[in-house]
């Protein structure tokens, strides 16, 4: 008697562990499942997100072009001016800070 009530309660813990595993079998099919959901619209976002900015670049770039086709004198000249100015403040810059001797190197 003590045994086929060992058994049946053996028989049940087994049942109970075969729907427990099925459960989480659900359940994690169902987690997959919208992770990968999550991760393919995410994906799509940032594809459209890329493809508006590359328009928006595209676009900036061609009013660019165009102003510089307009005018092709004025855009030589002021590349030219900022040349000269980066020129000059990069000048000033190296000339500015004297160059301080390290004790330490030399030689006595």
Do not use: C, F
């Not at 940032?46 to 328009?55: F, N, P």
């Not at 980066?86 to 001797?101: D, E, F, H, N």
């Amino acid at each position: 008697m003590a045994t086929s009530n060992l058994q049946a309660e053996l028989r049940e813990l087994r049942e109970q562990m075969s729907d427990l595993k099925e459960a989480i079998g659900r359940q994690a099919g169902r987690a997959g499942y919208d992770a990968r959901h999550r991760a393919a619209d995410a994906w799509h976002g940032a594809a459209r997100t890329a493809g508006t900015v590359a328009e928006y670049a595209r676009d900036g770039a061609d009013s660019v072009a165009g102003v510089v086709r307009r005018h092709p004198t004025a855009t030589s000249t002021a590349l030219i001016t900022l040349g000269i100015i980066g020129g000059v403040i990069g000048y000033l810059v190296a000339t500015s800070t004297p160059s301080q001797r390290d004790n330490r190197w030399r030689w006595n």
